[in-house]
């Protein structure tokens, strides 16, 4: 399947349906009075994260969505029936941006980070009241009725930021694909040039005690990746959710690069693409081990990664060597990060109960003085004159 993280779509609700000008007419009911019912609302457009979907390529063919209407109001006090709400299913970790064509400004409005995250996208408009609503015991025979509301219309851009606990960052042909093979049951391609990753990889590593995360392989990076050199800056993006990065260094001589050199690098794209991802936990490892032909490399390596107070690790992907100390080391991290995750959720959710009180007991009846009248009884008068 090809992976797509940016699109643009357009949404539309559903038109309310407009409310109904009847009188009862039935014999032996002289005075029958009003009986027009009322329109149905229209239908919302909602966004939902769908753990079944990872890439927003089904965007590309289908960008536009429209909720159904609502039905008109109809006599014998029938009311128009109540549109179904349209639910668009996306990856887990879409941002949604609200989109002005005209200057191409973006506002964003979600942040999809939890399966079944739902939000709404644009209203469904309200149905009209039917001519019956109106009666008054000195207006009994009403010919005043409101058409259903319009629906909302929006263009949204949708990007894709990938979830992940774990991020590998490095050069290409470090090493990161035979890694995610080795510690997950991803099966990325591996070969010995370098862009052979294209589209990032996920993997999900399972430990001892029911512990698991999620780590993602992502493009090597190269020299200007946060200017676009290489695939850098259209990848870069699926790090930044990530709870720690491991710096994966090819230590081996055969790229005829040197390790520290290439890891300093590396953290200098990330801090020009974004100065958070510098911030986060890092660990560095030492990949290659088995090929190594100079053991200079790894000191000079080890003793640049103290400087920085960071963990580091001597393995081999190919091996096996090392890896498992590696992930242990990455889960304490991990644990804490998510954590602290739960608690700022719960919080969240807190505050979101005690505003939807607050909004519950503010909130106003419907007044359909503010809806123009379809049709009015002044009007109908002159017309039959």
Do not use: C
């Amino acid at each position: 399947m090809q992976f797509v993280d940016e699109v643009d779509i357009h949404v539309q609700s559903g038109h309310g349906g407009s409310g109904s000008l009847s009188f009862r007419r039935e014999k032996f009911v002289p005075r029958g009075g009003p009986d027009g019912g009322n329109g149905g609302g229209g239908g919302s457009v909602y966004a939902v994260a769908d753990p079944h979907r990872n890439t927003l390529v089904h965007f590309q063919f289908n960008p536009d969505y429209k909720a159904p209407r609502g039905g008109n109001g109809a006599g014998a006090l029938r009311s128009g029936r109540t549109a179904k709400d349209l639910e668009i299913p996306v990856p887990v970790g879409t941002l949604i941006h609200k989109k002005d064509l005209e200057t191409g400004e973006l506002e964003q409005v979600a942040d999809l980070t939890t399966v079944g995250q739902r939000v709404l996208l644009a209203k469904g408009g309200r149905g009209g009241l039917g001519n019956a609503h109106f009666a008054t015991s000195t207006n009994r025979a009403p010919r005043k009725v409101q058409p259903g509301e319009p629906g909302e219309e929006f263009d949204f851009h949708l990007t894709l930021k990938l979830l992940a606990d774990v991020g590998l960052v490095g050069f290409p042909n470090a090493g990161k694909s035979t890694f995610i093979s080795v510690v997950s049951a991803a099966k990325p391609k591996i070969a010995d040039y370098p862009f052979t990753t294209l589209t990032p990889n996920l993997g999900v590593v399972a430990l001892s005690g029911d512990r698991s995360f999620v780590v993602a392989d992502v493009p090597g990076l190269i020299e200007g990746a946060h200017e676009g050199h290489g695939l850098g800056d259209q990848f870069l993006r699926h790090i930044e959710r990530t709870k720690v990065l491991v710096h994966i260094v090819d230590v081996s001589g055969a790229s005829g690069r040197e390790p520290v050199e290439d890891f300093d690098i590396i953290r200098r794209e990330l801090e020009l693409y974004n100065p958070e991802l510098i911030a986060k936990p890092q660990l560095v490892a030492a990949n290659k081990i088995d090929a190594l032909d100079d053991p200079k490399r790894v000191t000079a390596l080890e003793k640049r990664a103290k400087k920085l107070k960071l963990k580091f690790f001597q393995i081999s992907a190919v091996t096996g060597e090392g890896v498992k100390s590696l992930i242990e080391a990455a889960w304490p991290i991990i644990a804490k990060a998510r954590e602290e995750e739960r608690q700022m959720l719960d919080l969240a959710r807190e505050e979101d109960e005690a505003d939807s009180s607050s909004e519950a007991l503010a909130k106003e009846d419907y007044n359909p003085a503010l809806m123009p009248p379809l049709r009015d009884s002044k009007k109908t008068s002159k017309k039959r004159r």
